[in-house]
């Protein structure tokens, strides 16, 4: 079996929080969950998730990982909870630490998450920030895995908001080494912190590519990959984004100018019509779904790794 042991008692903030060969035990870990290959037992131990905005699969995908690890989950909705209240984040992650055995945690800066992580005496994961989203970037690169084999020679555009699901695919795109290109419109580059540590990684490789012009960014693609233009918590600048955006859809024309046996990918959920046409949506080239099912077994084997000794 897969030795993950490593990994136990430390955070997942970052997909910099990982080294390429973390990465690659996670997702052979993963496989293996899928696969009923692994059946591993974390009776007693309790995951909570603190959720300051909505969610639908990270939310559920983390509570029935728990469930099948033999796990539970507590959810510790902020509004009901005195987190809602505003008690100090120091004091919620002193408190249920003290209880918890990981928790999982939604929110919108990055800071408040390192704020958790620095008062709480058990691990803490990154379930999104507006910075980041590494659980669903370990996700895509498992059905990545599993639809071309092997990530030597893949190019994977990301056509949109170079915003949090954008950089953590940049930065687990850097330690396994596939070549990304992002194609945003002027003034939604992705954080220049992660260009500049992706580039580190790659060393003298080129492989991230930053461009406003997704027909040039799509060429010979094997993966295509859009997600929201406007992200929860900038519900006030939708109709700007949807002006800035428009030409940034993954519609059939963009399809074409890809590999032709391009996959596409989204994180959900999805607005047809505005970053991805209904037709390409719904189209063979889809892997949305697939996609969306390994959240779970990535989860699994992220929680088995942070909780096994
Ligand atoms: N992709 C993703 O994180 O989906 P949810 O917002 O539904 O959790
Ligand atoms: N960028 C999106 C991702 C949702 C999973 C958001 O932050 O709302």
Same mark, same amino acid.
Request: proline content about 3%.
């Given at each position: 079996?897969?030795?993950?042991?490593?990994?136990?008692?430390?955070?997942?903030?970052?997909?910099?929080?990982?080294?390429?060969?973390?990465?690659?035990?996670?997702?052979?870990?993963?496989?293996?969950?899928?696969?009923?290959?692994?059946?591993?037992?974390?009776?007693?131990?309790?995951?909570?998730?603190?959720?300051?905005?909505?969610?639908?699969?990270?939310?559920?995908?983390?509570?029935? =990982?728990?469930?099948?690890? *033999?796990?539970?989950?507590?959810?510790?909705?902020?509004?009901?909870?005195?987190?809602?209240?505003?008690?100090?984040?120091?004091?919620?992650?002193?408190?249920?630490?003290?209880?918890?055995?990981?928790?999982?945690?939604?929110?919108?800066?990055?800071?408040?998450?390192?704020?958790?992580?620095?008062?709480?005496?058990?691990?803490?994961?990154?379930?999104?920030?507006?910075?980041?989203?590494?659980?669903?970037?370990?996700?895509?690169?498992?059905?990545?895995?599993?639809?071309? *084999?092997?990530?030597?020679?893949?190019?994977?555009?990301f056509i949109g908001d170079g915003n949090?699901?954008a950089?953590?695919?940049?930065?687990?795109? =850097?330690?396994?080494?596939?070549?990304?290109?992002i194609a945003c419109p002027k003034g939604y580059e992705p954080?220049?912190?992660?260009?500049?540590?992706?580039?580190?990684?790659?060393?003298?490789?080129?492989?991230?590519?930053i461009t406003n012009d997704p027909?040039? =960014?799509?060429?010979?693609?094997?993966?295509?990959?859009t997600d929201v233009w406007s992200s929860? *918590?900038e519900e006030e600048h939708k109709e700007d984004k949807d002006k800035d955006f428009r030409g940034y859809s993954?519609?059939?024309?963009?399809?074409?100018?890809?590999?032709?046996?391009?996959?596409?990918?989204?994180?959900?959920?999805?607005y047809?019509?505005k970053e991805?046409?209904?037709?390409?949506?719904?189209?063979?080239?889809?892997?949305?779904?697939?996609?969306?099912?390994?959240?779970?077994?990535?989860?699994?084997?992220?929680?088995?790794?942070?909780?096994?000794?």
């Amino acid at each position: 079996m897969t030795n993950c042991n490593k990994l136990a008692c430390r955070n997942f903030l970052s997909s910099l929080d990982l080294s390429t060969d973390e990465v690659v035990q996670i997702l052979n870990l993963a496989k293996n969950f899928k696969t009923n290959q692994l059946n591993i037992e974390l009776k007693n131990k309790v995951l909570g998730l603190i959720f300051d905005k909505s969610s639908t699969r990270t939310r559920v995908s983390f509570q029935v =990982a728990m469930s099948r690890l *033999g796990g539970s989950t507590i959810d510790l909705n902020p509004s009901t909870s005195q987190i809602g209240r505003g008690e100090p984040i120091k004091d919620t992650a002193r408190t249920l630490s003290r209880y918890c055995d990981v928790l999982a945690i939604r929110t919108f800066n990055q800071s408040d998450l390192e704020e958790y992580a620095k008062w709480s005496s058990k691990p803490i994961v990154n379930a999104l920030t507006d910075l980041e989203h590494p659980c669903q970037a370990l996700a895509d690169f498992m059905t990545i895995k599993e639809e071309l *084999g092997e990530f030597k020679n893949v190019v994977l555009t990301f056509i949109g908001d170079g915003n949090n699901v954008a950089n953590s695919l940049i930065l687990c795109g =850097a330690l396994l080494g596939v070549e990304i290109r992002i194609a945003c419109p002027k003034g939604y580059e992705p954080n220049p912190f992660v260009i500049s540590k992706a580039n580190e990684i790659y060393k003298e490789k080129n492989l991230l590519k930053i461009t406003n012009d997704p027909n040039i =960014a799509v060429l010979g693609a094997n993966v295509l990959y859009t997600d929201v233009w406007s992200s929860m *918590g900038e519900e006030e600048h939708k109709e700007d984004k949807d002006k800035d955006f428009r030409g940034y859809s993954i519609d059939n024309n963009l399809l074409k100018r890809a590999d032709k046996n391009a996959i596409v990918l989204h994180c959900l959920p999805a607005y047809r019509s505005k970053e991805i046409s209904d037709e390409v949506f719904e189209s063979d080239n889809s892997r949305i779904f697939e996609q969306a099912e390994n959240r779970m077994h990535v989860q699994q084997a992220l929680l088995y790794c942070l909780l096994s000794k």
